[in-house]
Each structure stands twice: as C-alpha cells, then as structure tokens.
C-alpha cells in the first residue's frame, strides 16, 4: 500500500490525522527552523515528544520538517533542531539546505534524512547527487511535473519518491519563489511565512473588494464573488491576446485546490511511494477529513478498486480542484 504522509501543525491535528488512518504525520518545531512558521502552530519539544509517543503506539511514524534555509553564521538553531528531533525519537527529518543536510548526515549518521520540496530536486541528477552523496532515503518531489516525468525520474533513481495529492498547489517550483519576500520583507525559505497574515489587508473600493499584500494590489474582485487570499503567484496578470492588448486572468493557475484522488493509480504505476496531503495551517476536523478520504483511497488503490470521487469538493479553495501538472497540457 502507498504510504499516507499527512499534515499535523498542531499536537491536536497529529493526533486527530493519526486516529484517522494516516501512515505518517510531517510536522514541525515552533521556530523559523520549518517553511510553516505561523503564531499558534507547530510543535514544542515536549508536544513532539508526546505526538511521537502517540503515533509510535498506534503504529504510525513522524517527520519533522526542518526545511528553511539557515543564515548564515547563525546556523545553531537548525543544528539543535536536527538534533532535537533524533533524540526525541523522529522516523526522518525532512531537508532542504545542502549545508544542513551535510551536517545532519555527518552528525547523525543513523537519522533517516528526507529531501524537502523546497529542494526543487526535480530531475535524476540532482536526486541521484543528494542520495549518494549524504544518503538521502525519499525525495519529496515539487508539483511542477507529470505523471510521465515523474515515472521517468523512478526509472533512474534508487530513492523512495513523494508526491503531494491534496491541497495547496504551489505554481512556482519550491524553494526558488522570491516574491513574497520582495513584497513582505519575510522569506517562505528563510523565515517559513508566505504570503504572512500580518501583511495582508482587505478593502472596498469603487464598488469591488480589493486584497493587498505589503503595498501590492493582489486581487480586485467584483462585489458578491468569493475573495481569495492574496498569494501572489495565484494573483491576475495581464498577458498579450496576439492582438496588440491584454488579457486580464489567473494565467498561471486558477485558485482552486490540487486534488489528485483520481491520478493515485497511475502514481503508483509511476513508482512513487508516498502521497503527501498539504495543510499544516488547517484544523484538526480539516485534517480528519482528508486522511479518511484518502485512506480509503489508498486502500482502493491497493486492492484495484475505482477511486472514490468527490468526497472532499467542499474543503477545496472555492471549492473547485484541479490535477495542477501532473496532467500538464501546456509549457
């Protein structure tokens, strides 16, 4: 059966994903030290070391994202992170700074080391460079790519590969996306916020809601339509129509939610071992959901049966879904 890697970016949603049927749980320490750094989430060292426990006795296994890139000369609290979770019992740290990753394989030779999306290892020589040269034992790969390169990759790779099935769809590749730092002084790779909160201003004017991120107009919305959260790769840009003017829409993807249900049986024809569910910034009755819904999904897959369809339209973004790259029909 394909392994369920499921969200928890609280000791209440790891408990609630683990009572649900989640293989795994990914989650992460209350510092900068994880890409979901958000008042209110994430983990203490004392809650990780209970949720472990938790998981461990019901058969589940836990990741801890350690997966922002550590300044320079201030790379301490990484190193007690990557420490902190080996003593306390981790299954695997997920990484993304070649610098951490080397200090994680040298220090703590018997940790099992995750590549993080925000690697962008997208292609078997990277992979292949991150597995023989620090050990890396899965790679997390980023949503910019089919199901045929997926299952180009596998066939030249030793590694497990993970794939995300539900929920956020980053359009830019991980670990390379510099605008929301441009716009709000805070990196998603550094400081572990996009698309911060405390940056995010809503207002009426002239008859339409307007969101802003920083000082930048993200979304004009008519009045009566749904207002998205301003994440500026999911923002309107104008593109040339051919014609000498402009067309004014989402060009990059539509702001709906990924959901991969259908594609999980070509996934696992494709080699890849482990389906990812975003949401670490969702609740516990959130989380519960979807792990049920993908639970039984899995399982289907596992015993040939059709894919169960339509069981989670409503937790979508606008509650509409898409399968982002992985059916990709343009370039």
């Not at 050990?135 to 990759?153: C, F, H, M, Y």
Request: glycine share 10%; proline share 5%; hydrophobic share 45%.
């Amino acid at each position: 059966m394909m392994e369920l890697v499921c969200p928890a970016g609280t000791p209440a949603a790891l408990r609630a994903a683990v009572d649900a049927g989640a293989h795994t749980v990914y989650c992460g320490f209350a510092d900068e030290t994880n890409a979901r750094n958000f008042p209110g989430l994430n983990f203490s060292r004392e809650e990780l070391a209970e949720g472990i426990a938790y998981a461990h006795a019901r058969g589940a296994h836990v990741l801890v994202a350690i997966n922002t890139f550590p300044r320079a000369g201030d790379q301490a609290l990484w190193h007690r992170a990557v420490g902190d979770a080996a003593r306390l019992g981790a299954d695997a740290v997920i990484l993304a700074d070649l610098g951490l990753i080397a200090h994680a394989a040298e220090a703590h030779p018997g940790l099992r080391l995750h590549l993080s999306v925000q690697a962008a290892a997208a292609n078997p020589d990277a992979i292949n460079f991150y597995a023989e040269t620090f050990g890396i034992r899965r790679v997390v790969l980023p949503r910019v790519l089919s199901v045929e390169e997926i299952t180009a990759i596998n066939r030249e790779i030793e590694v497990e590969t993970e794939v995300f099935v539900f929920g956020g769809l980053c359009v830019m590749a991980e670990g390379r996306c510099s605008l929301s730092s441009y716009a709000t002084g805070l990196s998603p790779n550094m400081n572990g916020v996009c698309s911060p909160a405390s940056h995010v201003a809503y207002a009426d004017v002239a008859g339409n809601h307007e969101a802003r991120l920083g000082d930048f107009l993200i979304h004009r919305t008519p009045k009566g339509m749904p207002v998205p959260y301003p994440t500026l790769c999911k923002g309107c840009f104008s593109s040339p129509d051919g014609k000498g003017g402009g067309q004014t829409g989402h060009i990059f993807e539509d702001p709906v939610s990924l959901d991969a249900t259908r594609l999980i049986p070509a996934l696992q024809k494709a080699g890849v071992s482990a389906l990812k569910i975003e949401g670490r910034q969702r609740s516990r009755a959130y989380v519960a959901q979807v792990v049920r819904a993908f639970r039984a999904a899995v399982e289907a897959a596992d015993q040939g049966a059709p894919m169960p369809e339509g069981l989670l339209a409503r937790l979508t973004e606008g509650q509409a879904a898409t399968t982002g790259a992985y059916a990709k029909t343009w370039r």
